[in-house]
């Protein structure tokens, strides 16, 4: 069982940047793969970016690409999202989440979610 609860999230204008955190629980943080994925008012849940248990990999959806970074550190249990050029269409509640055996951009592959982070940017 992981427990997952993200921080970081805020209202920021178009241009700036937000670390999103997220910190989890367990001894063994390392072998899961964490993803991020995001929900904007009225749309599906979509991927973000994602990294191996072991940080060697990562990969992004094409509208974060070159502007956000996923990062992690195994010995403090914790995942982030460093988010520059924030643009009005990144608004939306940011999750991580945690996939026990596949590194993966579908929603379906995560078994671990937490509570959610709003971002907001404004234009």
């Known amino acids: 069982q992981v427990q997952l609860v993200e921080s970081g999230g805020g209202l920021v204008q178009a241009g700036d940047s937000l670390r999103l955190s997220c910190a989890a629980s367990?001894?063994?943080?390392?072998?899961?793969?964490m993803g991020w994925f995001r929900q904007a008012p009225g749309k599906e849940r979509e991927f973000v970016a994602a990294?191996?248990?072991?940080?060697?990999?990562?990969t992004y959806a094409d509208s974060v690409k070159d502007r956000f970074t996923i990062s992690r550190d195994n010995a403090k249990n914790t995942v982030y999202l460093q988010m520059n050029s924030l643009k009005p269409e990144d608004t939306a509640v940011y999750y991580c989440?945690?996939?026990?055996?596949?590194?993966?951009?579908?929603?379906?592959?995560?078994?671990?979610w937490g509570q959610g982070t709003q971002v907001t940017v404004s234009s």
């Open positions: 367990g001894r063994t943080f390392s072998s899961y793969a």
């Open positions: 989440a945690a996939a026990s055996f596949r590194y993966s951009t579908i929603i379906g592959d995560y078994d671990y």
């Open positions: 990294i191996r248990g072991s940080g060697s990999s990562t």
